[in-house]
């Protein structure tokens, strides 16, 4: 079992710059795969950003450039560094952690945490 907590969102201005945070706790925090995901209004929840227990990383199209996923296992603490942020970006910002263990999928979500970028 892992618990999520998010922090770090609030109410920004365009082309300014929020550090989302999640820490982990419950079980080891390494091993997991850890991504984050959006959800604005009246839409589905997106993937905004991963990266695996190895340190690689991934993002959407619509964040490259601007945002940077990070992890630091000893603090069992994952990052979101947002710059150049746009109205567009305005959601609430979810923490995912996933792994496969054989026949088993583990995957828990934080409570999310709302980014809103004004213009």
């Known amino acids: 079992q892992v618990q999520l907590v998010e922090s770090g969102g609030g109410l920004v201005q365009a082309g300014g710059s929020l550090r989302l945070s999640c820490a982990a706790s419950?079980?080891?925090?390494?091993?997991?795969?850890m991504d984050w995901y959006r959800q604005a209004p009246g839409k589905q929840r997106d993937l905004v950003a991963a990266i695996t227990s190895g340190g690689s990383t991934n993002y959407a199209d619509s964040v490259k450039g601007r945002f940077t996923i990070s992890r630091d296992n000893a603090k069992n603490t994952v990052y979101l560094q947002m710059n150049s942020l746009e109205p567009e970006d305005t959601a609430v910002y979810y923490c995912?952690?996933?792994?496969?263990?054989?026949?088993?999928?583990?995957?828990?979500w934080g409570q999310g945490t709302q980014v809103t970028v004004s213009s």
């Open positions: 995912n952690a996933h792994r496969s263990s054989g026949r088993t999928y583990y995957n828990y």
């Open positions: 419950g079980s080891i925090f390494s091993i997991y795969a």
